[in-house]
């Protein structure tokens, strides 16, 4: 296989993120092929593309909005199938993106039993999360909003946005879709009390608060 040479980046977005201008779909194809499964988080709109490098302050808070998410769905009895930071492509509207988290919930009996999952053909996620801590990410929800993701959650290490898909793209919400009854200031305090104690006893805790909702 070809090795793809990027070209020299214009700019410096953030801290750990590197922004790549006049960036074909073809380019950015081959960049898909030459990096096989490996995992770089990024985004393609409009001939951007975006490399970032994620630390630490950005992978715990991914890793336990996951877990709570899945103790959420548990406590609540609804299905959930996590796809964790599936690559999102979108040939039509020339939009690609590797969200943080990602899950099928309302969607999930639709893909169960399957190994595999077209994005163009398949329902969306329900819900996709980004971390914004170390790394803008609002230059994924055209992406998003692309392949018609009803719902993205976006923390910034300190309080967490939800953002809801519109006819005209995302807007803030104080509630959840997928959640309508979880109080989302309330939730956002469960990520940061993951700082300060052992996530066993973090989440078992967290179980008991969702069981008084």
Do not use: C
């Not at 910034?156 to 959840?176: A, I």
């Amino acid at each position: 296989m070809a090795t793809v040479t990027l070209p020299p980046p214009t700019q410096t977005a953030a801290p750990m993120a590197v922004v790549l201008h006049g960036v074909s779909w073809e380019f950015y194809e081959r960049f898909l092929e030459e990096i096989g499964d490996q995992r770089i988080p990024h985004s393609f709109v409009d001939g951007e593309l975006t490399l970032m490098a994620p630390g630490i302050r950005h992978e715990s808070p991914k890793e336990w909005i996951t877990r709570l998410v899945g103790a959420l769905t548990e406590e609540l009895g609804l299905p959930l199938r996590s796809i964790g930071s599936t690559r999102l492509k979108a040939q039509f509207a020339k939009k690609g993106a590797e969200p943080d988290s990602g899950f099928l919930i309302a969607n999930e009996p639709a893909v169960r039993g399957r190994r595999e999952w077209d994005i163009e053909e398949d329902p969306p996620p329900d819900l996709l999360v980004e971390i914004d801590i170390t790394s803008p990410s609002l230059n994924r929800l055209p992406v998003y909003a692309a392949l018609g993701v009803p719902e993205v959650w976006l923390y910034d290490g300190e309080q967490l946005h939800v953002r809801l898909l519109q006819e005209n793209g995302y807007v803030d919400s104080e509630t959840s879709r997928s959640f309508p009854q979880l109080p989302i200031l309330e939730f956002a305090e469960w990520i940061e009390r993951a700082w300060v104690t052992d996530e066993t006893t973090w989440l078992k805790n967290f179980r008991q608060w969702v069981r008084r909702l």
